[in-house]
């Protein structure tokens, strides 16, 4: 179960986040990261993550250090084995742990807590069936009020751009485009689920568009899309705009640094360039923008119908950026 914060004036020092989602999940959380560093402007925020984005987060964002969950021993938490005294040790070490691996019910939270004297805040990622159509970020820090840490949600950009990194991006943005870097525009046509994605051949209209506007444009995929679609795909997007194929997440993120506007679905590359601060514009078919829209001082979600591809969309969206 959840170990309740003992008190309302209780101070965090040194806290651990736990997570094992995908790169939307993990931006979001990152976002409760910054809620905690809001209210506790000293404390150290460590995070335990499977997804690498956790490292880009560090000197960027809310969290001090990444740690690699193996090291740890995070594995030991599942299932019903001995928990073994290092990994008990190196829980301990912290006086606030917030997991994300299951809720307060969960057999993970209970061995979770059984490791460490101090709180586990046990949060589900996954809204629970019939709850209200508030952001995720919110129904989680509502599920931490309930558990005696109120924290509000934290404003303004959530990772922070240095001048060195975007005038890297910039290079490496227009170096990829064969163009000198002027406003480029990245647009990601994937995501998690093909019923996310609006057809294509709006987004070819969109982007037709921008270099019609003498935008730099540039498509963005990644291995889920071409394990989908084949190198055919690959081929089809360079007949409109040069494809910038990236299998390091990482490498994603930092060229993302240089964009100065962003175009995706319900996914986790848009909830990255908002959480950036970049002008994104957030595609949405049937999942609830409500609760999953992407969060940032410059992002603007559309709806699209998935109905075959729709010019007045496509104008909606050039409007947009």
């Avoid at 084995?81 to 209970?110: C, K, M, N, Q």
């Avoid at 558990?147 to 227009?174: C, E, F, I, N």
């Avoid at 409500?290 to 969309?313: M, N, Q």
Wanted: proline fraction near 9%.
């Amino acid at each position: 179960m959840t170990k309740q914060v003992p008190n309302p004036e209780f101070a965090v020092r040194n806290s651990l986040f736990l997570h094992s989602g995908a790169v939307g999940d993990s931006v979001l959380t990152l976002h409760v990261a910054a809620a905690l560093r809001s209210a506790f402007p000293k404390a150290r925020i460590e995070i335990a993550a499977r997804c690498p984005l956790a490292r880009f987060a560090v000197g960027r964002g809310p969290i001090d250090a990444a740690l690699d969950p193996d090291h740890i021993g995070l594995h030991h938490l599942y299932g019903c084995g001995h928990i073994p005294a290092e990994t008990a040790g190196r829980l301990r070490r912290f006086d606030l742990v917030i997991s994300f691996l299951g809720g307060p019910e969960s057999t993970v939270a209970a061995r979770l807590s059984g490791c460490t004297p101090s709180p586990v805040l046990s949060v589900d990622p996954a809204p629970p069936p019939g709850a209200k159509a508030l952001h995720v970020t919110q129904q989680w820090l509502d599920a931490l009020s309930r558990a005696g840490l109120t924290l509000k949600p934290a404003t303004g950009r959530l990772l922070s751009v240095s001048a060195g990194d975007r005038r890297a991006a910039r290079t490496a943005l227009g170096e990829i485009a064969a163009r000198p870097p002027g406003r480029t525009v990245v647009c990601h046509p994937g995501s998690g689920g093909r019923a996310k994605c609006c057809p294509l051949e709006t987004l070819e209209e969109v982007v037709r568009g921008l270099q019609n506007r003498s935008h730099t444009a540039l498509w963005m995929i990644g291995p889920a899309e071409f394990e989908w679609h084949g190198a055919g795909y690959i081929q089809r997007l360079s007949r409109t705009a040069p494809v910038l194929f990236e299998e390091s997440l990482l490498r994603a993120a930092r060229l993302l640094m240089g964009a100065d506007c962003f175009i995706g679905h319900d996914a986790g590359m848009t909830h990255l360039a908002a959480g950036l601060g970049l002008p994104t514009v957030a595609l949405f078919g049937p999942t609830d923008p409500r609760v999953w829209r992407p969060l940032g001082p410059s992002a603007t979600v559309l709806r699209f119908d998935p109905a075959p591809a729709d010019s007045r969309f496509a104008e909606d969206i050039l409007a947009v950026v």
